[in-house]
């Protein structure tokens, strides 16, 4: 079961992706995202604070709603990151030591 206030984000504007999004959530269904995407978020969160856009403890509430998503909706898949970040070329492999 999702965050009682995931469902609870239907009285916020949220674009119409986000909202297709929200409702495979809801159904069950998981995401898959690359590794580095936990740190992506935590650092969107950080740079909304140092901007006041978000208080402290909307942060850490939106933290708190993350993780229980993250645990029941989302899988990490490290292969994602490493294959979009190596060029194709293997003529860069051997200076990276693969």
């Not at 986000?18 to 809801?26: E, I, P, S, W």
């Not at 993250?70 to 490493?82: E, S, Y």
Request: proline residues 6%.
């Amino acid at each position: 079961m999702l965050p009682s206030h995931f469902a609870g984000f239907s009285t916020i504007l949220l674009p119409a992706y986000a909202n297709r999004v929200k409702q495979f959530f809801l159904k069950g269904d998981r995401a898959m995202v690359p590794a580095l995407w936990h740190l992506e978020m935590s650092n969107g969160l950080a740079v909304a604070e140092r901007r006041s856009i978000l208080t402290a403890p909307d942060v850490d509430q939106a933290m708190i709603d993350i993780e229980q998503i993250v645990a029941q909706a989302v899988d990490t898949d490290g292969n994602i990151v490493f294959r979009t970040a190596i060029p194709s070329n293997s003529a860069c492999l051997p200076a990276i030591g693969l």
